[in-house]
T-cell receptor
Framework: NAGVTQTPKFRVLKTGQSMTLLCAQD?????MYWYRQDPGMGLRLIHYSVGEGTTAKGEVPDGYNVSRLKKQNFLLGLESAAPSQTSVYFC??????????????FGPGTRLTVL | RKEVEQDPGPFNVPEGATVAFNCTYSNSASQSFFWYRQDCRKEPKLLMS???SGNEDGRFTAQLNRASQYISLLIRDSKLSDSATYLCVVNGPGGGSYIPTFGRGTSLIVHP
């Protein structure tokens, strides 16, 4: 049971390049989230998903797209990276469902630098 | 006004001290509450849930005051290893909404 994993762990991009961050969870959780964390800003929600095939915008969605084609995976895409997207990105999941389990489990993070 | 507010600190305390953090939230319909711990450059990890009746886990005590809309975390007999950022998390409103709102965190530094 690996919990929540993220790939890659580190990445350096040039302005305008694209990339996809992968989040995977093996806990059969319904809800998944993408956050970014910047110094002094705390965790900010980018996008989230309440189930396979569904996604919704969070607090700071501009410049990002997401997909949840499989329940265990939640992908975050940057189509044209900008220096303002330099950040640490965390993925998280919640069980949800009938048990109404609200505890979030986080992945180890992806450190992205856009030059 | 931010939905979840915390004093960023840092709180700088000696080993063995007792320290308390507060967190206020704006949405009175919030349903569940948590404290997470985050070490430098690592992911947040659940420290404890916060229940209406208050709850204790070893040296840590969490309390919820719904009337005043705040939660608190008390750490007794501080250890060097308690140095971290403590995040207040509020879920809700209810009705099946699982959108956690994070405070910006309170930094704790425990020194010898």
């Amino acid at each position: 049971n690996a919990g929540v994993t993220q790939t890659p762990k580190f990445r350096v991009l040039k302005t305008g390049q694209s990339m996809t961050l992968l989040c995977a969870q093996d806990m059969n959780h319904e809800y998944m989230y993408w956050y970014r964390q910047d110094p002094g800003m705390g965790l900010r929600l980018i996008h989230y998903s309440v189930g396979e095939g569904t996604t919704a915008k969070g607090e700071v969605p501009d410049g990002y797209n997401v997909s949840r084609l499989k329940k265990q995976n939640f992908l975050l895409g940057l189509e044209s990276a900008a220096p303002s997207q330099t950040s640490v990105y965390f993925c998280a999941s919640i069980s949800g469902g009938a048990r109404r389990e609200y505890t979030q489990y986080f992945g180890p993070g992806t450190r992205l630098t856009v030059l | 006004r931010k939905e979840v507010e915390q004093d960023p600190g840092p709180f700088n305390v000696p080993e063995g001290a007792t320290v308390a953090f507060n967190c206020t939230y704006s949405n009175s319909a919030s349903q569940s509450f948590f404290w997470y711990r985050q070490d430098c450059r690592k992911e947040p990890k659940l420290l404890m849930s916060v229940y209406s009746s208050g709850n204790e886990d070893g040296r840590f005590t969490a309390q919820l005051n719904r009337a005043s809309q705040y939660i608190s975390l008390l750490i007794r007999d501080s250890k060097l290893s308690d140095s971290a950022t403590y995040l207040c998390v509020v879920n809700g409103p209810g009705g099946g909404s699982y959108i956690p709102t994070f405070g910006r965190g309170t930094s704790l530094i425990v020194h010898p």
